[in-house]
Structure formats: C-alpha cells, structure tokens
C-alpha cells in the first residue's frame, strides 16, 4: 500500500502571496489531520478533516483553512503569507473507524519557505 | 487544554547502551492514548510505541518500551540496546479519548548515539 504523499515537497513563496498544499491519504483512510512544525513552536495541530467535515480545529487564524473531497484528498490553504508561516507542514491519514487507538501515519511533510 | 513536557532538549548514548527519555503530561481527563514518535532526519514521523490511559501494563515494542506512571502523569521511554538507526527527534504525543485524531506533541528531544 502507498503511504501518505504530499506534494509539493518545497515551495517558496512571497509574503502576501498565498499557497495550497495537498495531502493525499493512504488508500481506505477517511481521517486526515494537518499539523504546522516550526523550530519555535514545535509541532501544532491545525485541523482534521473526516469524510469530507471538519472534525477537529487548532488554534490558528483564520488565513489558515483547509477541506477534504469525496475520494478522502486533502488541501489546505494558506492566504496572505506571513514570514512566520514558514514552517513544515505535515499531513496524517487515519484508518476508518472510530477507534481512537488507530495509528496516524504521517507523509514526508512541504517544507513551506516565505521570504 | 492539555500540554505535554519533554525537559530533556538532547541525551545522548553509546550503541548498544540503553537510555531513557522522560514525559510528563498534564490533563484532567481520564481517558487518554500516549504515543512516541521518532523523526528521523528524514523528517517522516514513525511511530514508536502507544499507551491506552486504561491498561496498567506498560507497553512494550521489541526494544522500546514504557513507564506508563498514570498518578504522576509521567510517560518515559526506555530503548535498550540501541542502534545507529535510532538517532533521531523523538516526540512525545498525547491525544484525548473523545471523538478525533488531535496529538499534542511535547517539544522533542533529540537522540544521538556513539559508535
């Protein structure tokens, strides 16, 4: 089975600018959960998204968004780049189901750079 | 909300030596899963080793395992013999029982090993 992918891996982009990452879950999982990892602020939860809903939200403005499409896919959306936005942002998909000892399996991450 | 603490920024051990990196946590739940994730420099987040609030065994993955201290809120892994490979950030991870898939991560701590 193909683990989770995120594309791009790199992007630079300006300040005021703003950016779209995508997400794309292992085949079967319905869960996927966005996370923002800087060297300052360590690994934050952003959102997650279940069958295409908004399960859970972190504490992020609101030029942080994201949504979820009927084959599972995620993006999320950054408007009105900010340098501090620069970050590693990484995506996990979760089995079905409601149990919440499923393991999250995490993708490779977009390293997200704005100058 | 809950918060989890990593007080050591860096350890470090000899192959084939074991060490312990400590967690401590702080919630008002009663039920709650712990995790630790490794990340590589590869950056792709592994998961080590889980712990439900509910067992009082300390979980145990071949040679990982927990000191799952529920009263003193502390969740400590301990890797014995340890190998090149497991140089890396490892992270500890909370998430509540109730409906979701959001991990509070603590802020790391980096892993190296001597040859």
């Known amino acids: 089975k193909a683990g989770v992918t995120q594309t791009p891996r790199y992007l630079i982009k300006t300040r005021g600018q703003q950016v779209t990452l995508s997400c794309s879950p292992i085949?079967?999982?319905?869960?996927v959960s966005w996370y923002q990892q800087t060297p300052g602020q360590g690994l934050q939860f952003l959102f997650e998204?279940?069958?295409?809903?908004?399960?859970n939200k972190g504490n992020f403005p609101g030029r942080f968004s994201g949504r979820q499409f009927s084959n599972s896919r995620s993006e999320m959306n950054v408007s009105t780049l900010e340098l501090g936005d620069s970050a590693l942002y990484l995506c996990?998909?979760?089995?079905?189901?409601?149990?919440?000892?499923?393991?999250?399996?995490f993708g490779p991450g977009t390293r997200l750079t704005v100058t | 909300a809950q918060t989890v603490t990593q007080s050591q920024p860096e350890m470090s051990v000899q192959e084939a030596e074991t060490v312990t990196l400590s967690c401590t946590y702080d919630?008002?739940?009663?039920?709650?899963?712990l995790f630790w994730y490794k990340q590589p420099p590869s950056r792709q987040m592994i998961l080590v080793i889980r712990q439900e609030a509910y067992k009082q065994q300390n979980a145990t993955e071949n040679r990982f395992s927990v000191n799952f201290q529920k009263a003193a809120k502390s969740f400590s892994l301990k890797i014995s013999d340890s190998q090149l490979g497991d140089a890396a950030m490892y992270f500890c991870?909370?998430?509540?029982?109730?409906?979701?898939?959001?991990?509070?991560f603590g802020a790391g701590t980096i892993l190296r090993v001597k040859s």
């Open positions: 998204y279940f069958s295409e809903t908004q399960r």
């Open positions: 996990a998909s979760s089995p079905p189901g409601l149990a919440v000892t499923y393991e999250q399996y």
């Open positions: 991870a909370y998430r509540s029982g109730e409906y979701g898939n959001k991990l509070v």
């Open positions: 085949s079967g999982h319905r869960s």
């Open positions: 919630t008002s739940e009663s039920d709650y899963y």
